[in-house]
């Protein structure tokens, strides 16, 4: 009878074996080049130049329009009102307040929901028998509009904090879901078959071979979980919110504060897009590391 140690370094070699033959798989004949790589545009500097492009002619555009008289300040207020805004809500102690309860909100509603989609996602795309029995009601629930879940959440959970992280990680939920049970489920049997011939079931089965091969799929999942968190919030903000950039951009809205409204809207695209960028280093990381 081999001893546990035999029994370890098997396992080891077949997974190592197993890995070697998805390099060997996946690799291409011979060398491509990548003139992305290779040319101007990959230095970071000049990708960090040529990304503020357009905002820069946007916000030139905005400017000038503004100073032209093209529309109205009511309609749409200069680049300098709007920084005048910002700079009264921060004397008022009000705009990082503002800016923390709503970060705080969809970092914990997407990781509430990101956990649940990994979760679902894997027994779905693993699980004939569970796809078939809850495939078509996760199907028919992906396809409730997000208000129509707020006079539900706050005839359950109230009007507190619990209701708005709830409907922020039913957003974050179906974009993880839907991209791992996919990508699980159109892993290459092949590849399977041969981890098995090698030992591998179960849980070494999937953390040698199947969740590697779906790593680039679940964080293209995790950034649209990501970008539809902070799409919810505004309607998460909705249920009767005193504070966040949902409630800065609906209370502008109601008082005429174009301003406030058009500041929102930009801390809204420039945190979204540095929260995506956070997930994206985590998204290289992960790639160089296990696919």
């Known amino acids: 009878m081999p001893s546990t140690d035999n029994y370890s370094s098997t396992e080891g070699a077949s997974a190592a074996a197993v890995t070697a033959g998805t390099t060997a798989a996946a690799a291409p004949a011979g060398p491509v080049p990548d003139a992305a790589a290779t040319g101007p545009l990959s230095r970071r500097w000049i990708r960090l130049v040529l990304g503020l492009v357009v905002p820069a002619l946007l916000l030139a555009a905005w400017q000038l329009s503004t100073a032209a008289g093209v529309f109205t300040a009511v309609q749409l207020p ?14 008022r102690g009000q705009l990082g307040l503002h800016i923390a309860i709503s970060t705080q909100r969809v970092l914990i509603g997407f990781a509430i929901g990101a956990l649940l989609g990994l979760a679902l996602g894997a027994l779905l795309g693993l699980s004939r028998l569970a796809e078939i029995l809850l495939g078509p009601v996760v199907g028919a629930l992906r396809a409730v509009p997000s208000l129509a879940w707020v006079p539900l ?3 359950w959970l109230k009007i507190g904090e619990d209701s708005k992280i709830t409907l922020i ?11 791992v049970s996919l990508a699980l489920r159109h892993v290459d049997r092949n590849l399977v078959e041969a981890a098995r011939a090698f030992g591998l079931n179960g849980l070494s089965l999937l953390r040698t071979v199947q969740l590697p091969a779906v790593v680039p799929a679940v964080f293209s999942g995790l950034r649209l ?3 539809q968190a902070w799409l ?14 949902g409630f800065l951009l609906i209370d502008s809205q109601n008082n005429g504060r174009t301003d406030r409204l058009l500041l929102a809207i930009v801390l809204l695209a420039v945190i979204g897009k540095t929260t995506d960028a956070v997930l994206g280093l985590a998204e290289k990381w992960a790639v160089n590391k296990w696919a």
Do not use: C, Q, R
């Not at 200069?78 to 004397?91: G, K, N, R, W």
């Not at 990680?169 to 991209?179: C, E, N, R």
């Open 153 to 155: 959440l706050i005839l």
């Open 78 to 91: 200069s680049p300098a009102a709007v920084y005048t805004a910002a700079l009264d809500l921060i004397d």
């Open 232 to 245: 919810f919030l505004v309607a998460a903000e909705l249920i009767a919110s005193s504070m966040g950039l």
């Open 225 to 227: 979980a990501l970008a």
């Open 169 to 179: 990680a039913i957003g974050a939920f179906f974009p993880v879901f839907t991209t």
